[in-house]
């Protein structure tokens, strides 16, 4: 692995399903984010971890939930998706206890129909 | 409350120089950054400002004005590849974390 990677890449999901995109990063950095990208919106942050077995909240956190077991992973999970979180999702590290450089995964385009 | 704002679209020339803009209002304002995110891409990083005045990088300046909530990103000698959304983000202290405000991006064409 070298940087930042997400699974799936996309993913079409059902309403009320849930899911997990997956973010593993191999930087060693301490801090990890979610965000979500929607056209005219920007970036948004959906939640954030400043080191290993710490989270926090975003901007837009309702319906998502993240963990951070290890320096490495930091999955987000939709409980029950709804077709309002149809978005490109996009996974970002960075050294230091947040607003840093910040380095971005690939993306998870996600469709909830 | 916070808001960043940048224009929707801009198109220029290859060869040319392009400027865009970006005014912020933050309670909490440490630092501004520029991304560079090729359509279906993932952001790049471009720039990073905490104090005023010009930061060069080859082709790419960026500008900062904090007393006037203000940054600009130059881009000279324009080439194709130029063409791409370019994020201003802000560094925002307050709410009790560091965290990124994204601006909604600005589309830049560059045509021959």
């Known amino acids: 692995i070298a940087g930042i990677t997400q699974a799936p890449t996309s993913q079409i999901l059902a309403a009320g399903r849930r899911m997990t995109l997956r973010c593993t990063q191999d930087m060693r950095h301490n801090a990890m984010y979610w965000y979500r990208q929607d056209l005219g919106l920007g970036l948004r942050l959906i939640h954030y971890?400043?080191?290993?077995?710490?989270?926090g909240k975003g901007e837009v956190p309702d319906g998502y939930s993240v963990s951070r077991a290890n320096t490495d992973d930091f999955p987000l999970t939709l409980a029950s998706a709804v077709p309002s979180q149809t978005s490109v999702y996009f996974c970002a590290s960075g050294p230091g206890t947040g607003g840093n450089e910040q380095f971005f995964g690939p993306g998870t385009r996600l469709t909830v129909l | 409350g916070q808001n960043i704002d940048q224009p929707t679209e801009m198109t220029a020339t290859e060869g040319a120089i392009v400027q865009i803009n970006c005014t912020y209002q933050t309670s909490g304002f440490n630092g501004l950054f520029w991304y560079q995110q090729h359509a279906g891409e993932a952001p790049t990083f471009l720039s990073y400002n905490v104090l005023d005045g010009l930061e060069e990088k080859g082709r790419f300046s960026s500008f900062l004005s904090r007393s006037k909530g203000y940054s600009y990103l130059l881009l000279k000698e324009l080439q194709m590849k130029d063409s791409a959304s370019y994020l201003c983000a802000v560094r925002d202290v307050s709410g009790g974390y560091n965290k990124l405000i994204f601006g909604a991006g600005t589309r830049l064409a560059v045509h021959p």
């Open positions: 971890s400043n080191t290993a077995g710490t989270t």
